[in-house]
Every structure is written in structure tokens, then in C-alpha cells.
């Protein structure tokens, strides 16, 4: 059984929602992912979504772009990302790490390469943003020979038939974007997100992570009321630009520790 | 070459490994809906005999083809001819594209249009149209680009548009596009995103294509009346490849025609300040579609260098990427300095003041024509006219207006 599977699986068992909170690999520095990456988890993280920076991230907003910027302008790329999960599985074996990010620097890598090197890893599930299903038929076969979850995105636009489509190929969870955006809009519509689960639920069984636009506990928990998992994102990224190398842990855990109180209200 | 005729792309928007559909989620609604619209605007006669009425009354078609026969005596070898795009209402085949698009989003009821520019020229097509339209237009350039084109700019804002600089990123031609995309997925329901090349998700390699084709295919009728035939070789500059595609395509199946895009090679292809994505570039994949790419080993894309804001992106449309990996068409680099020589033998030669971009194709007809036989004879596509380019030519030149 896979991280990400066992952890839905002991949270279904704690009647308690899955927090996954997302950081951009390398930003603002390397040396900080890790410690970042830890503080996530002692604030209740149950999965930890790392962003591969990418030069041109068409489906961010403002926000998580900088975190790119100031991420690549480090020099961080695809195989330095992969170390520092290798780093951070020396002291945590269980929290599942999904890596989130764009083809290109996979496909430089080498799909097959990636895979191996990834699951070597510790990497758990791989989100490629511009990977939809009909151009992920060898990334999915790919992932899955290595024992890991590719995950795919359902929009509020995707019909009955995609949804069905991407049901066929994922496995972990699937992440539903929460309004028609970018990363880190403000525009959410809960009850909106509310009626579009039973229609991605009557397709596939996987737990359904929701995310795109959750600032706060408060949202998060009405999220949390039929959603198998929150998502948060550019908030935490903000967080980050606020403080200093110094604070920016403690800042950060405070903030995701907050948002999990808010989740942990609502109970199955 | 094989004789099945060509019939790219595929249903799902390949051509080859290359184009595709490689966007988020998100943007899915919007092109299954582009692809409906289109499909049903190709089965109508009412929208190809509008096409055909703007392009005829607005634009000015069909283009007229001129003999370079000055030039070309002086060169001493092939004959050269023109495909005057430069005479088009707006100065440039761009606006053949805007036209089939912003009547692509008048029948979706789209009441805003949206656009990314690097030079200028697809934005100010863009605001050409969509004030003939009566449509909101909000075009994407990068900040660096805005200071570049001052002039441009402010025929966007006569025009009616509105121009947003964008700061992210290098500041150019590809970051507009991603800008211009978020606005896209932002703003689905009212929104027609119409993206200026042969590149982006399927369908707008092949819709981009289709509405530039009549560049060739008026080629095909009017060189047997100018010249007594088809061209031994069309020519044509390639940046992300529209002018190229246009010209091309009606020519892919005519037997003996050579077609060869130009890339912008900058400094010199050794000196990695270029933008020759099929010269020196790696396949990947960027902007919703897979193609060759101008990228550092860790799959980032990398700024690229040429004299021709047109031509300055770091991708390339991926049926020019088929057409070179199936050896039907080939692609060739032409360095700053060649672009500006031909720039100014068109200008003293011949009357005709062309685009940076179209100086590309005409340095390397120079190159060619006089390897071989007067009769030859090569096509140019003469794209755009060069008037937006006084400023960059004059600063080149040591002068100051």
C-alpha cells in the first residue's frame, strides 16, 4: 500500500480530513525546503505537495510565479528537488511527498529517468500541471511501474466524460480546482465546489482534494465538510515572502497549524 | 517523399510526437468549445464567404506577388519573387488570422478578445479587428517589449485596446503568452483568447494554419501568371511560423517545390544569443503544445537574442517541428547582420522597406539565388513591412531620430 493511501486510510480511520499544504521547492532557499518541509508536518500536514519551479508556470497566479522565480534564480532545478526529498525521508518515513510542476523539465530529464529517480526518492505522487489524460498515457504507465500516484486536476468546465476520463488513469487522489483561475485567486464559491462533488464522486472512488483559492481556516473547514482533503497553496507562500531565513518556519507552522484547527472541526 | 497525401494534424492534435493538448484542466472547457465552434464554422459557407469579403474589402486581398528583378539581376543567379504581405491592411499577414478568429468569437458570443504581442504587430492586428467588431480588447506584452515598441503601443490604444505590461518572467514575447493565458482560464465565459502563431493547444496550430493559407494558395494561382510556374523553393521567415505555415501548406503536396523557413540565428547560432529553436533546440514541451525548444539542461527555457522582436520566442509551431523531422520542409539560420544587409538592399534595390522578420527569408534567398540558375525561381514571403522597425534599423546604424 502506498504513503498516500495509507494516509487517507488512517484518517478515515480517525474520522479526520486530510491538510495538504504547498511549498515551492528552493524557495527562498534550498537550505530551507527541508526544515519547511518538517515544520508542515508537526503542524499537521498529512501530505506535502513540493513544487518543482518551472521558467513559465501558465496555471499559477502571481504568487506561487515569484516563488519560482526566486526558486530557479537559486539555481534550483528538477534533480536538486529529488535530493532534497532523498533528505528529507532520512528523518520522516511517512509523510507522503507529491511533487507538483510542469512537463518540460521532466521531459528533459527523461520520463523513464524521472520515474526511477523519483521513486528512489521517496517520492510518492507526481501532479504535472500540463499533463492532462489524453498526453499522460506514458507518464501514468511510467509512475505506476515505480510504485508511485499520478495525479490528475478536475476543473469546474471538466464534463462527466473527462472526469470519467481522468477516474481511469489516476490514482492517490484527485484534486479538484476549485474555481476557474489561476493559483492563489480570490474569487472561491464553496457551495459551488459543494455541488460539484457528487458528480467527480459518482466516477471514482479515490479521495477527492480540494484546492484554489483557501486562505484560512474558516474556509478550509467549510471545504473540509465534503472534501476528502484541503489544498493550500499560495497562502503559505505568502507567508514565506513575509518573513525572514530566521522566521520563516515558525511563521509557516503557525499559520498551517491554524488552517488544521479548522479542518479538524468538522468530523465524519 | 511519400505520395499519401498530408493530412496533419490528427484528431487529437498531433502532428507526429509533436502539438498536442498539454494545458491544465482548466482550460479544457474552452478548447472543446473552440473546437466545436470551428468545426461547425468550416461546415458553413456563411462564415468562409464573410472570411473572404473581409479579407477581400478590409485587408485588401488577395496580396499582390512582385519581381524582385532588380535585386535578383544583381545577385546574378535565380530569380527572386515577393508575396507582398507587407501591402495588407495593418502591414503584415497577421491580420488574416485576427479576422478568422474574432468571427470565430462573435459566433461563440464572446464579447471580449484577448491577445499576447512581442513586436506589436499581432496586438495591433488584434485591435484593428476587434474595434471593426465592436469587441473588448485587452492585449499582453512584456514590460521590456512595451519600452521597445513605444509606437505600437500607442496604435493599440488609438485602436481602442487596452495594453497590459506584463513583469514577469524574461518580460518578452513568452511571457505575455503565459499572462495572456491566465487571463484566459480566468475569464473563460466571456473571453476568446486569439493567439497569433501557429503554436499554443490544439486546435490552434491547425485553425492558425487555416486561416493563413490563403497566402499559398493564392501563390499557386498567381505564379504561373507572373512567372510561367510554381517556384523552385518558397521562402519564408519563422519565428513561431505563421507566415510560414501560410505560405507552405498549399505547397506541401506540390511536387518539387522546396520550402524553407528561416530562423532569426542573432548573434551566430556559436554564440547561444539566438532564437533558432529548430536549428539549435531540443524537443519539450511549453505553451500547450510539443515541440523543439530553446531550453538549458534542466528543461528550463532560456531567453532567446534576435534583432526581430517577431521572431524572438523560444518555441516554434510543431507542424514546422513535422515538416523538419519528416524532411519536408528545411530550416535555416540567418544572423542579425545578414537580416539588416538584406533589409537595406530591399530598401535601395527595389523600393520596398520590409520587416526585420521578413528581412530573414530575403537574406537567405540572397545567399541561395546565386548558387544557382537564372532561371530559377524563388518565392519570397514578404510578411510584414518595416515601418514599426524604423527605430531598431536607425539605432543599429549609429543614428538618432
Given at each position: 500500500m502506498s504513503r498516500i493511501q495509507k494516509a487517507f486510510e488512517r484518517l478515515n480511520g480517525e474520522g479526520r480530513k486530510a491538510l495538504i499544504p504547498f511549498i515551492t521547492a528552493g524557495d527562498p532557499s534550498a537550505d530551507l525546503t527541508?526544515?519547511?518541509?518538517?515544520?508542515?508536518?508537526?503542524?499537521?500536514?498529512d501530505v506535502i505537495e513540493l513544487g518543482v519551479p518551472f521558467s513559465d508556470p501558465m496555471a499559477d497566479g502571481p504568487t506561487i510565479q515569484r516563488?519560482?522565480?526566486?526558486?530557479?534564480a537559486r539555481g534550483m532545478t528538477l534533480r536538486k528537488v529529488l535530493q532534497l526529498v532523498t533528505t528529507f525521508r532520512t528523518v520522516d518515513d511517512k509523510t507522503p511527498v507529491v511533487l507538483m510542476g510542469y512537463a518540460n523539465p521532466i521531459e528533459a530529464m527523461g520520463l523513464q529517468r524521472f520515474a526511477e529517480k523519483a521513486a528512489?526518492?521517496?517520492?510518492?505522487?507526481?501532479?504535472?500541471?500540463d499533463y492532462p489524460p489524453e498526453e499522460a498515457e506514458s507518464f501514468g504507465t511510467a509512475m505506476k511501474a515505480q510504485g508511485m500516484d499520478p495525479i490528475f486536476l478536475i476543473a469546474p468546465t471538466s464534463s462527466a466524460e473527462r472526469i470519467a476520463q481522468v477516474a481511469q488513469i489516476a490514482s492517490g487522489y484527485v484534486y479538484y480546482v476549485s474555481l476557474a483561475g489561476v493559483t492563489g485567486s480570490?474569487?472561491?464559491?464553496?457551495?459551488?465546489?459543494?455541488?460539484?462533488?457528487p458528480a467527480i464522486r459518482q466516477k471514482t472512488g479515490l479521495p477527492v482534494g480540494v484546492g484554489f483559492g483557501i486562505r484560512d481556516a474558516a474556509t478550509a473547514k467549510r471545504i473540509a465538510v465534503f472534501a476528502d482533503a484541503v489544498v493550500v497553496g499560495s497562502r503559505i507562500i505568502e507567508e514565506i515572502e513575509k518573513s525572514t531565513a530566521e522566521t520563516a518556519c515558525a511563521n509557516v507552522k503557525a499559520l498551517v497549524a491554524d488552517i488544521r484547527r479548522g479542518v479538524d472541526e468538522v468530523k465524519k | 517523399m511519400s505520395t499519401t497525401p498530408y493530412t496533419f494534424p490528427d484528431a487529437k492534435g498531433h502532428f507526429g510526437p509533436y502539438g498536442g493538448v498539454f494545458v491544465a484542466e482548466t482550460l479544457f472547457g474552452a478548447l472543446d468549445e473552440l473546437k466545436a465552434a470551428y468545426a461547425a464554422a468550416q461546415a458553413d459557407p456563411a462564415f468562409h464567404a464573410?472570411?473572404?469579403?473581409?479579407?477581400k474589402h478590409f485587408v485588401g486581398r488577395p496580396s499582390p506577388i512582385y519581381h524582385a528583378k532588380r535585386w535578383s539581376d544583381l545577385l546574378g543567379g535565380a530569380q527572386i519573387y515577393l508575396k507582398r504581405e507587407d501591402l495588407n491592411h495593418t502591414g503584415a499577414h497577421k491580420v488574416n488570422n485576427c479576422i478568422g478568429q474574432a468571427m470565430l468569437a462573435k459566433r461563440m458570443g464572446k464579447p471580449r478578445v484577448i491577445a499576447e504581442t512581442g513586436a506589436g504587430q499581432h496586438g495591433v492586428a488584434t485591435a484593428t479587428v476587434a474595434a471593426r467588431y465592436g469587441m473588448e480588447c485587452v492585449v499582453y506584452m512584456g514590460s521590456?517589449?512595451?519600452?521597445?515598441?513605444?509606437?505600437?503601443v500607442y496604435r493599440m490604444k488609438l485602436l481602442g485596446a487596452k495594453v497590459v505590461p506584463v513583469e514577469s518572467g524574461s518580460k518578452t514575447l513568452k511571457d505575455a503568452l503565459n499572462e495572456?493565458?491566465?487571463?484566459?482560464?480566468?475569464?473563460?465565459?466571456?473571453?476568446?483568447?486569439?493567439?497569433?502563431t501557429v503554436a499554443g493547444p490544439h486546435p490552434y496550430p491547425m485553425l492558425v494554419r487555416d486561416f493563413q493559407k490563403i497566402i499559398g494558395e493564392e501563390c499557386l494561382t498567381q505564379m504561373p501568371e507572373m512567372a510561367g510556374r510554381q517556384p523552385d523553393a518558397v521562402i519564408a521567415a519563422v519565428g513561431g511560423g505563421s507566415n510560414a505555415m501560410g505560405i507552405f501548406y498549399p505547397y506541401i503536396n506540390v511536387e518539387g517545390v522546396r520550402l524553407i523557413g528561416v530562423e532569426a540565428a542573432g548573434s551566430g547560432i556559436e554564440t547561444g544569443k539566438h532564437a533558432a529553436s529548430l536549428t539549435a533546440g531540443v524537443p519539450g514541451v511549453l505553451h500547450g503544445n510539443r515541440?523543439?525548444?530553446?531550453q538549458d539542461k534542466d528543461g528550463q527555457i532560456i531567453e532567446t537574442h534576435s534583432v526581430s522582436a517577431g521572431l524572438d520566442y523560444p518555441g516554434v509551431g510543431p507542424e514546422h517541428a513535422w515538416l523538419k523531422d519528416i524532411g519536408r520542409a528545411e530550416y535555416q539560420p540567418i544572423t542579425d547582420a545578414e537580416a539588416l544587409e538584406a533589409f537595406h538592399n530591399l530598401c535601395r534595390l527595389e523600393g520596398i522597406i520590409p520587416a526585420l522578420e521578413s528581412s530573414h527569408a530575403l537574406a537567405y534567398a540572397a545567399k541561395l539565388a546565386p548558387t544557382l540558375g537564372k532561371d530559377k525561381i524563388l518565392l519570397v514571403n514578404l510578411s510584414g513591412r518595416g515601418d514599426k522597425d524604423m527605430h531598431t534599423v536607425a539605432e543599429k546604424s549609429g543614428i538618432q531620430f
Open positions: 527541508v526544515p519547511l518541509m518538517h515544520a508542515l508536518v508537526e503542524a499537521g500536514a516563488a519560482s522565480e526566486r526558486a530557479l528512489q526518492s521517496g517520492v510518492d505522487g507526481v501532479l504535472v500541471v480570490g474569487a472561491l464559491n464553496v457551495n459551488a465546489v459543494a455541488e460539484r462533488l | 464573410e472570411y473572404e469579403y473581409e479579407l521590456e517589449d512595451v519600452k521597445r515598441q513605444a509606437a505600437n495572456a493565458m491566465r487571463d484566459w482560464v480566468t475569464n473563460i465565459h466571456n473571453t476568446f483568447y486569439i493567439i497569433g515541440t523543439y525548444l530553446l
